[in-house]
C-alpha cells in the first residue's frame, strides 16, 4: 500500500507520513535541548548570569589546596571546603560562590551568626554552624599568644628535637625546620615519606613549603632506617642542591642532619656544607 502524501511543503516537496513523523521528532528534541540550556543560562538573583555546571574533577578546591596550599585558595574555595556538599539545585561551588556574595565576604562571614547565614537560599542551619565553627576556630588561633620555638644552635640541638620522632622510624623521612630571625624553629615541616632506604625530595616543593612560613633560615634533616648515619652519595648531592636553592631565593640552609639509630651526622660539623649556604 503506498505511503499517504502530505499537502506539499515550502519549496515544492513532497513528504511521506514517515518523513514527517521523524521531523517532529527531532523538533521536539530540538526544543527540549533549547529548554534546557535556557535553564543551565538562567539570570541568578541580582541580573548575573550563572551556569550551574561543577567546577572540573581536576580543577576543584580540595585538588587546589593539594597542589598550591591554602594560600592560593579565594574565599570562595575556602567556603566550599568548610560547607562540603551544595544544596538540591546547586553545586558547592555556585553555592559558596552565592554565599560569599551575598554575606559580603569574609568580613561579612565574621560578622554572621547561625540566624543570618541560615536564612540564606540552600544553606540551612547544619551548613551555618559549620561556617560559624570555622570562623571561630580562626578568630581563637589569631588570639592565642605565638610561642616560638626552641632555639637551634648547634647539630646537637637539632638531634635533641628530632630524635623522638626519626630515629626508630622504619622508612626514611624528610624534615624541614624552619626558622625566624633568631633561630627559633617556627615550624616543623615534614616534606616527604619514603621507603627503607631513599626518600625522593625536589628542591621545589622543599622551598615552596619553606617560602609559605617566611623563614629566614632553614635546616634540613632525614633518618636512615637502617640506623646508620653516615650520608650517602645522593645525600651529599641532594644537600648541595638544597643549598644553592635556598641560596637563589634567600633562605639560608644552615645544616643538613642525618638521624641514626645510634647517633648523628651533621654536615656543618664534617665540614660538608657547600660554601654558598652564607
Known amino acids: 500500500m503506498a505511503a499517504a502524501r502530505l499537502p506539499d511543503a ?9 518523513h514527517a513523523a521523524t521531523r517532529r521528532r527531532e523538533n521536539a528534541r530540538d526544543r527540549a535541548a ?5 535553564r543551565c543560562a538562567a539570570p541568578a538573583r541580582g541580573g548575573v548570569v550563572m551556569h550551574v555546571v561543577e567546577s572540573f574533577a581536576g580543577d576543584g578546591p580540595r585538588e587546589r589546596l593539594r597542589r598550591e596550599g591554602r594560600e592560593a585558595l579565594s574565599e570562595e574555595e575556602l ?12 553545586p ?43 570562623i571561630e576556630l580562626g578568630r581563637r588561633v589569631q588570639q592565642r599568644p605565638w610561642s616560638p620555638g626552641p632555639k637551634i644552635e648547634t647539630s646537637r640541638d637539632v638531634d635533641d628535637l628530632l630524635r623522638p620522632r626519626l630515629a626508630d622510624q ?6 624541614a625546620l624552619a626558622l625566624d630571625a633568631k633561630n627559633r624553629v617556627s615550624a616543623e615541616l615534614k616534606i616527604a615519606v619514603g621507603g627503607l632506604s631513599a626518600c625522593p625530595v625536589a628542591p621545589a616543593d622543599v622551598f615552596r613549603a619553606i617560602l609559605r ?27 648541595d642542591r638544597l643549598v644553592r636553592a635556598g641560596t637563589l631565593l634567600g633562605v639560608r640552609v644552615l645544616d643538613h642532619v642525618v638521624v641514626g639509630r645510634e647517633g648523628y651526622f651533621s654536615f656543618v660539623d664534617a665540614g660538608l656544607l657547600p660554601r654558598s649556604a652564607g
Open 79 to 90: 567556603v566550599a571546603l568548610v560547607l562540603g556538599t551544595g544544596s538540591a539545585r546547586e
Open 92 to 134: 558547592v561551588t555556585v553555592l559558596a560562590a552565592r554565599v560569599v556574595r551575598e554575606i559580603g565576604g569574609a568580613a561579612g562571614l565574621a560578622r554572621s551568626g547561625v540566624g543570618g547565614l541560615s536564612s540564606i537560599d540552600g544553606l540551612g542551619e547544619s551548613k551555618a554552624m559549620r561556617l560559624v565553627a570555622a
Open 10 to 18: 515550502p519549496g515544492g516537496r513532497h513528504l511521506s507520513a514517515r
Open 213 to 239: 612560613e617566611a623563614a629566614a633560615s632553614v635546616v634540613f634533616a632525614h633518618n636512615h632506617p637502617s640506623g646508620d648515619s653516615t650520608p650517602s652519595a645522593d645525600d651529599i648531592a641532594l644537600t
Open 170 to 175: 622504619e622508612i626514611e623521612q624528610f624534615v
Open 34 to 38: 533549547r529548554h534546557r540550556h535556557a
